[in-house]
């Protein structure tokens, strides 16, 4: 009796645990590390999941995180098999720089698509401050401690001549410096996603949201600093602000694991660039995915599954 009854709880146990075997959607889901559940990472990482899930025999699940940097972590220890990451913090994790260089290098992963731009966006309530300069001897949010946001929020500070020490930092999320602006804790926080971004959308719904440019001298200097950044056009519209904001953006790409299975990669880059139609119409980010932009990543190689599909599309991407 207490054979049988220790042979039903194993495989009681067995069925019960999600199975992720060569990186395998057989018997399990694939996990896809997105960010707070807040921001774009997460809304459309969730949007991409459904649709791949639906739509082929590879089950992938979107995994509320806390960003780029932790979803190769946990990428690294076998727990995501996917992950949103920017493009600057991909480059210092193959390359053990920057959030890495303590760790070491992390090269087990691969490029899967490229898919849209991530804007740094500096946001305040308050009137007084119009430019990057004027933060100060202010309280910013400036992202988790080492976070893709921290170091974008750094870049950004000393194209300006400023440091950590010159202003008041906190470390918080996109959803807790937006409460912390909302409550007046904080003068200003950065917020690296895609516009328009949830927390802040919010926000504005309620409050005068403005948006910090970054002028034409300092946007010069800052890319000569950080070539990895592009300069972009955050519109009124998205925000209803007041005008324009020139801003840099960062590249917003997934990666997989190197064991997962090129079937199922190949599953999820044909669902996403064969499904653009049905995807842009849950997720404004849908209209954004683009072939070139998608096959343009150099820094680290591709992962064979989606080397695959975009081959049948007549583009070659490097490959491990």
Do not use: W
């Not at 324009?244 to 990666?255: L, N, P, Y």
């Not at 064991?259 to 599953?267: G, H």
């Not at 049905?278 to 591709?302: C, M, R, W």
């Amino acid at each position: 009796m207490k054979k049988t009854f220790a042979i039903v709880a194993i495989l009681v146990i067995a069925l019960a645990a999600p199975v992720f075997a060569g990186g395998s959607s057989e018997g399990g889901n694939l996990r896809f590390g997105t960010g707070g559940d807040q921001g774009t990472y997460y809304g459309f990482g969730n949007v991409l999941a459904q649709r791949i899930s639906s739509e082929t025999d590879t089950g992938v699940v979107a995994v509320v995180s806390a960003g780029s940097q932790d979803n190769i972590e946990m990428m690294d220890m076998g727990s995501y098999q996917l992950g949103f990451v920017q493009t600057d913090v991909m480059s210092y994790a193959y390359n053990g720089t920057n959030l890495f260089a303590e760790m070491g290098a992390v090269t087990d992963f691969s490029t899967v698509a490229a898919l849209y731009l991530e804007q740094v966006q500096v946001v305040t309530l308050d009137p007084n401050i119009k430019t990057i300069g004027d933060l100060a001897g202010k309280t910013v949010s400036i992202g988790s401690s080492g976070s893709g946001v921290y170091y974008n929020a750094l870049d950004i500070l000393a194209a300006y001549g400023l440091s950590e020490s010159d202003i008041k930092p906190t470390y918080q999320s996109f959803g807790d410096s937006v409460d912390a602006l909302q409550d007046g804790k904080i003068d200003a926080a950065f917020v690296v996603a895609g516009a328009p971004t949830v927390a802040v959308s919010t926000l504005a719904t309620t409050h005068d949201v403005r948006l910090v440019s970054i002028d034409d001298e300092h946007m010069e200097a800052l890319i000569e600093a950080s070539p990895y950044y592009t300069p972009v056009t955050i519109a009124a519209s998205v925000y209803g602000t007041d005008e324009d904001c020139q801003t840099v953006a960062v590249g917003a790409v997934v990666i997989a694991r190197d064991d997962v299975s090129e079937d199922a990669i190949y599953d999820v880059v044909s669902t996403i660039f064969n499904d653009k139609e049905a995807i842009s119409q849950s997720h404004d980010k849908g209209n954004e995915l683009d072939l070139a932009f998608a096959t343009s990543i150099t820094t680290v190689p591709y992962h064979p599954g989606a080397a695959k599909y975009f081959a049948e599309q007549g583009i070659e991407v490097p490959v491990k």
